[in-house]
Structures are given as structure tokens and as C-alpha cells.
């Protein structure tokens, strides 16, 4: 997958029922798979404990 210059990246809080509680998790819906060197470089920009990479068919 080429790298995009712009991916939209969601913040999402889970395991919990109100705003900025439980855990914060970064999710990052792919057109298609990507390399993971470039994924991981992605999950440490995010800087949250959890990223979460899907593609979307």
C-alpha cells in the first residue's frame, strides 16, 4: 500500500459509558493492508497504548 498523505484516525474511549473515561484507543480504517513498519510508525505517533489498524472492504 503506498503511504497516504492524509488517513483519517479515530480516538475512541473503551470499557467505559461516559466521555475522556476508560481506556483511549487510536482506530485506523485501511483501503487495504499496509506494511507493518508503517503501521507501528503510525501506533507510536498515536502515543496511546493501543492502535488499532482494520480494512475496509
Do not use: K, Y
Not at 485501511?30 to 496511546?48: F, H, K, S, T
Amino acid at each position: 500500500m503506498p503511504i497516504p498523505s492524509s488517513l483519517a484516525i479515530s480516538q475512541v474511549d473503551a470499557f467505559t459509558d461516559r466521555p475522556f473515561g476508560g481506556n483511549p484507543a487510536a482506530v485506523c480504517v485501511l483501503p487495504e493492508p499496509a506494511d507493518a513498519a508503517w503501521m507501528q510508525a503510525v501506533a507510536a505517533e498515536m502515543n496511546l497504548s493501543e492502535t488499532a489498524f482494520f480494512i475496509s472492504h
